[in-house]
Nanobody, 124 residues
C-alpha cells in the first residue's frame, strides 16, 4: 500500500518562493504518474502539475506555467514542487497524488492515492 506525505508548506510573501516535497512509501510502479493538486475551501481540487515517472515528462496547469517546476527523484521516491513568483491566488492546500497508470491526466478523479495535504499561504 502506497502512502504519500507532503512537507514544505508555509507562509510566503508575494513574489517569494517555496519548495514542496512528497515522500512516497510502498511499491510504486515505474509506469505511473505523480502530480500536485491544490484546493481552496468549497472548490474541487485544481490540477497544478504532473510528471510521468518513466520518462520524466512534465505537464503544467495554465495558472502556474513558467512559475512552478515539478521534479522527481525516483530512487528516493520523492516528488518536488518548486514554486516561484508566488501570488495570493496560489494560497491553497497542496496535495500530492499518484495515478497508477502511465497516461497523464489533469482530472483529480483519475488519481487513486493522495497525501494529507500541506497549507501554502501567500501574503501581500
Amino acid at each position: 500500500q502506497v502512502q504519500l506525505v507532503e512537507s514544505g508548506g508555509g507562509l510566503a510573501q508575494t513574489g517569494g518562493s517555496l519548495r514542496l516535497a512528497c515522500a512516497a512509501s510502498g511499491r510504486i510502479f515505474v509506469n505511473s504518474v505523480m502530480a500536485w493538486f491544490r484546493q481552496t475551501p468549497g472548490k474541487e481540487p485544481e490540477f497544478v502539475a504532473a510528471i510521468r515517472r518513466i520518462s520524466s515528462t512534465t505537464y503544467y496547469g495554465d495558472s502556474v506555467k513558467g512559475r512552478f517546476t515539478i521534479s522527481g527523484d525516483n530512487a528516493a521516491n520523492t516528488l518536488y514542487l518548486q514554486m516561484d513568483n508566488l501570488n495570493a491566488e496560489d494560497t491553497a492546500v497542496y496535495y500530492c497524488a499518484l495515478r497508477s497508470q502511465q497516461y497523464m491526466s489533469t482530472m483529480w478523479t483519475d488519481y487513486d492515492t493522495w497525501g494529507q495535504g500541506t497549507q501554502v499561504t501567500v501574503s501581500s
